[in-house]
């Protein structure tokens, strides 16, 4: 049996839309924090477990039979380490034999902008290999749906302004990083070791803006403004303060090069070469 946790969340979605591919749906188990919203997977023949990262009583029982798990990470900030530490806990007391974990992928923690936002990620890494259990480490790199985000709705008129300098990124789609790690649980050779996930090819915000001046037909130009200018600017249009600082966070990150981790470890999980971002931009921006 292999569970996978964060089961209604798109990359949790993501694994077992893979899953469902290779395994019967009996052989799956979804946990999730609220059973209401896991009527599809209930429809699909999935078991559904409930359980909450940060209630470890909840966790015991949701782990009993299991032999493999992922443990996709908590997107609540509220203490993460301890949330990751009660799953760990009860997938080492449950006798889970393998757990695969999907942390991010940065050049150095201890120097990037994100070290706070992020360190976390690897302190569970540490705790896994101190548990004792066979684990697999994914670490993510940056989702290409993302973009959007950072460069906005109305880049196409706009242009994209975005601190991030000449900063690259391998930019993935989630929905391959879903499908690796559904690979990873159903084959073996991936014991207790740590993988780069992302594109091969690192992609800058001035390629995106190439990119969508080939979707538009006319140039799409590039701005990189000072971090400063650009923090006012979204004050100024009622951005909440936790946005700010993520966007700011990453833009740093991704402008220092903490990001710029391209490889082949998704193209040789998945067996064929990653999707570029271009047909992804098209489809957001293409009309």
């Known amino acids: ?28 188990i979804a946990l999730v924090r609220d059973e209401n919203k896991a009527t599809a997977l209930k429809e699909a023949g999935v078991i559904v477990r409930t359980g909450d990262y940060h209630n470890a009583k909840s966790l015991k029982s949701a782990f009993s ?37 999907t942390g991010v992928g940065l050049k150095d923690i201890h120097t990037s902008a994100l070290s706070n936002f992020m360190i976390d990620h690897f302190q569970t890494e540490d705790y896994i290999k101190d548990s004792g259990i066979t684990y697999t480490f994914m670490q993510h790199n940056l989702y290409a749906e993302m973009i959007p985000f950072y460069i906005g709705k109305q880049v196409m008129e706009t242009g994209i302004i975005f601190p991030a300098g000449e900063g690259r990124v391998p930019f993935s789609l989630r929905d391959e990083m879903g499908e690796a790690n559904a690979n990873v649980l159903t084959r073996q050779g991936h014991e207790n070791k740590t993988y780069n996930i992302g594109s091969p090819v690192s992609y800058s915000f001035q390629d995106i803006a190439r990119i969508l001046s080939d979707i538009k037909g006319n140039v799409v130009p590039y701005n990189s403004p000072d971090l400063s200018s650009y923090i006012e600017e979204l004050k100024a249009n009622g951005a909440p303060e936790i946005m700010i600082k993520a966007v700011t966070g990453f833009s740093a990150a991704m402008r220092n090069g903490d990001f710029d981790l391209p490889g082949n470890d998704l193209a040789n999980i998945l067996g064929r070469e990653p999707a570029d971002i271009s047909g992804f931009l098209k489809s957001v921006y293409g009309g």
């Not at 908590?74 to 990751?84: A, C, E, I």
């Open 65 to 101: 039979n299991v032999q493999k798990a992922i443990l996709v990470s908590s997107n609540d900030f509220h203490d993460r380490l301890g949330q990751h530490k009660n799953v760990i806990d009860a997938a080492k007391s449950a006798g889970v034999s393998h757990l695969v974990y």
């Open 1 to 28: 049996m292999i569970l996978v946790t964060g089961a209604t969340g798109q990359l949790g979605g993501s694994v077992i839309k893979h899953l469902l591919k290779i395994l019967p749906a009996d052989q799956i």
